[in-house]
């Protein structure tokens, strides 16, 4: 099979992916890398009695077709040593000394083995509490928070990249404003992004612009009241300096919580798609929707055959890695095999949009992103109940929503997560997760400060297909140039080559909720903000999040963040 990579999808794959060997030297190919990740994952069917044999190569096929591809951990660790396959962790932190660092402990095996950790540091009490054991005073969240990003700073995950955590605090605890405003210093916290977990109640304060409580949460007892809207307005402010904090409605994300019987969720994955109960793991995998069409004598048109038959592949491979990965702890393993969560999403959906000749933002690709991710979801579900009846349900379903007599067991506690897919969509060569295009031409910074040149290859696919094409053109854009420059171009190809700070603030937040709408755990999306948007701008932002149902939310004003991954060649079309 001839497997065809982008410059920069092998650069990544020779520095984080490939096998190496004592000099640092990758000592396999792509493809075997796809063979030996197929064997090792379809290996768990031999638990079940099953030939291995024929889903070792209905994976690989999938793998190397660039059609689906797993989260990073079990493309470098399949097969290998480590062999931690999950993509991330939530690991518990109560309020004691002896919590505390046992976390850090985890977290730096967990960052070790290519993984990610959240954290939920509600439960500690607010600084200058009293400490009953010593007498002393509570130095509070955030500064023991110091302790873990330390603790991620001096380990490098599989000798490759850096680890990343998730750090969430309550609204209504104490120390919330100290916690709202400690990244806009650029150098504190480089490990971690930072969220809010909102609750209802504040948002209901926020509406009839009352006052709420803050609790101690040493106590359970009221601490003081606060304006939700000082606190909200900080929020939004901060989050226009840095891009930070995002918001979470921890109570709506509980609402969907398939297993409220075993514990609540507290704290998400470090890019927020992937709530997860305490020591809780999620392994994730992401389908090409830019491979999922098929050609017509005039364009393109989706080709749902091969979606069904890529997303019924992708949940059986996704659930046989539950049974493969070795699990940092013992209780992370107990939650990971008795829940079998897995988090099936997309990539290469703006690729899908231009395909179609749909532009981003527009009425049609709210209703195809509706149609697509819908089936998506029916279809993983179907799938997960067929495992069911062949390997038998989760263990945890007992007690949980999908306990009902009448109903046919599932094999998952959940099926679907929209991942941000960063290094997976270089590798695949398509747009990364759900987002439009950042630029048509762009500087990609990956691993260690390494930068990778870019040009979009549908802007060449398109222009043949409709008759501009010229090397020119192409130069133009490689140079940085803008589209809708362009006397060669139609308009209405110009109209279905948007980039993410072309699509309205409301339309990126509209994408989202659709999404959102299909998916049983949430949605990584950032909404673009140009450089000259206000704070206004982004608490309008997180109100409509609210109202059009997403569990959470992040904004991104253009330059506000000194490394960003992607860098449009000319400023003047950022």
Not at 17 to 43: H, I, Q, W
């Amino acid at each position: 099979m001839e497997l065809k990579l982008s410059p920069g999808a092998m650069t990544v794959l020779e520095k984080r992916y490939l096998t190496k060997d004592a000099s640092g030297r990758a000592v396999e190919t792509p493809l075997e890398m796809f063979r030996r990740v197929a064997r090792n994952v379809a290996g768990a069917e031999k638990l079940y009695g099953v030939d291995a044999s024929m889903f070792e190569e209905e994976f690989f096929r999938m793998m190397a077709r660039l059609e689906f591809l797993p989260n990073s951990p079990t493309l470098m660790n399949a097969g290998r040593r480590l062999q931690q396959l999950a993509a991330c962790f939530v690991l518990p932190v109560e309020d004691s000394l002896d919590s505390i660092f046992e976390a850090v402990k985890n977290t730096a095996i967990i960052h070790q083995s290519g993984g990610g950790t959240g954290f939920s540091f509600s439960r500690l009490r607010q600084s200058n509490d009293i400490v009953g054991s010593t007498g002393g005073i509570a130095s509070g969240p955030v500064s023991f928070m110091r302790v873990f990003n330390a603790t991620t700073e001096a380990i490098k995950q599989g000798g490759t990249r850096r680890g990343a955590n998730m750090g969430i605090l309550r609204i209504d605890h104490p120390d919330i404003m100290s916690f709202i405003t400690v990244k806009e210093d650029p150098s504190e916290f480089t490990n971690f992004n930072l969220s809010v977990a909102v609750t209802e109640r504040f948002m209901e304060a926020l509406e009839k612009n009352a006052e709420y409580p803050l609790v101690n949460p040493r106590t359970g007892k009221i601490a003081e009241y606060k304006s939700a809207k000082e606190v909200f307005d900080k929020i939004a402010e901060s989050a226009w300096k840095s891009g930070e904090p995002g918001v979470i409605f921890m109570d709506r994300v509980n609402r969907s919580n398939p297993t409220p019987n075993i514990g609540s969720f507290e704290a998400t994955n470090p890019c927020g798609e992937q709530p997860l109960l305490s020591y809780e793991p999620c392994n994730l995998g992401s389908i090409n929707l830019g491979k999922m069409l098929r050609r017509r004598d005039k364009g393109w048109a989706m080709d749902f055959d091969k979606l069904r038959s890529t997303v019924v592949a992708s949940v059986r491979f996704l659930d046989d890695v539950i049974d493969m990965s070795r699990y940092p702890t013992r209780e992370i393993d107990v939650m990971a095999k008795g829940n079998r969560k897995i988090g099936l999403g997309v990539m290469g959906f703006a690729d899908m949009l231009v395909r179609l000749r749909v532009c981003y933002g527009s009425a049609d690709s709210f209703r195809i992103a509706g149609e697509v991710m819908k089936f998506i979801s029916e279809t993983a579900w179907e799938a997960s109940r067929e495992l069911a009846g062949t390997k038998g349900p989760f263990p945890n379903i007992k007690g949980s929503v999908f306990d009902m007599p009448r109903g046919r067991p599932v094999r998952n506690a959940t099926v679907t997560t929209i991942a941000p897919t960063g290094t997976l969509s270089i590798i695949a060569d398509c747009s990364s997760g759900i987002e439009p295009f950042y630029s048509l031409s762009y500087i990609r910074q990956v691993l260690n400060g390494v930068k990778i040149p870019e040009v979009n290859p549908l802007v060449e696919e398109v222009s043949k297909d409709e008759g501009f094409y010229s090397t020119e053109l192409i130069e133009f854009i490689s140079a940085g140039g803008n589209v809708k420059d362009r006397k060669d171009v139609p308009e209405w190809i110009k109209d279905i080559f948007v980039t993410a700070f072309d699509v309205s603030p409301e339309a990126h937040i509209r994408m989202q909720a659709v999404f959102q709408e299909f998916t049983d755990n949430a949605v990584s999306k950032t909404i673009n903000l140009p450089q000259d948007a206000k704070p206004e701008d982004v608490k309008n932002a997180y109100l409509l999040a609210y109202r059009l149902g997403c569990k959470g939310v992040t904004v991104y004003r253009s330059g506000t963040r000194a490394e960003q991954v992607l860098t449009c060649k000319s400023p003047l079309y950022c």
